[in-house]
């Protein structure tokens, strides 16, 4: 590339609107599979899914109204601290077009989705405040893996409108042959629980992240282990507001994979620290506007 040609890219990237802290975002919308949509945007190595047997259940709709989205990438900075993610799948208990700066502190939109009766079984057995769901949003479906596998694992970043002061507790599960495996590394439920597990979130509320929530996680790695007396085996990930509509939470999935493990749980990985250098940003950016079906 000649230095002219450089300058003409580099000013072409310069006049770029400012890198979106979700990249690729596909608002999943009525015309979608959303089902197939969001299982192969999850699917890692040594998962083989059986075909006919995902579930979705969501509020398919418009770049304002849909309630989950698939995406090329996630990463939120405040300057000092980044949080990132790969490509993969979003559920959220609303809006899965979330805004790149925190606009409100009580950001959220019921969907009517219903509830769901595993996650209130789930907050029954550890005594959360309220076990009523509502505007459940959750991807299932049935698969194999290979001789010698024996768990699966998958990254996840959670984040809530909830956090820091709401008694209520949107809650994420990952039940893996009916077993929920999404719990913070200190055990508590995968949601924000007023005085008990602040500590797991990075505090968005002085809006100095490039998110709407007021909090989320780091990155995080789950892994749940199979019913090895199965051959079939069933996955269901889901999110949901409890007691309320309001006050909207999300997660962002990815890189499901089958692997050897002997436990299971979550644990923190080490998570990047610094920001993306000046040229990283530009070349995101770009990769933003040529990838990217849907407009946000």
Known sequence: MTFRNLV????FCAALPAQAAIIGLDVLNPGDDAARDMTNALLGSGINVIDGSQVFQGLLGDDTTGQSALYQGASFSNGAHTVSIGSGAFLSTGRANLPNTNTSASFGSGTGTGSDSDLSALLASNGAPSTN???VNFIE???SVADGLN???LDFIFGSEEFPDQA?????????DGVNYAFFPDNSLISFVTGVNAGNFNDN???DYDLEYDGFSNLLNLVGLLDTSLSMHTIKIAIAD???SIYDSGVWLSNLRAISADTGGVNNPS?????PGTLALMGLGLFAALRRRKPR
């Open 271 to 275: 998570n990047p620290v610094s920001a």
């Open 242 to 244: 409890t007691s309320d």
């Open 168 to 176: 209520v507790t949107d809650v994420f599960g990952v039940f893996v």
């Open 141 to 143: 479906f049935q698969f």
């Open 133 to 135: 769901t509502n505007d």
């Open 151 to 153: 768990a699966i694992s």
């Open 8 to 11: 003409v890219a580099l000013g």
């Open 205 to 207: 509320t002085q809006g």
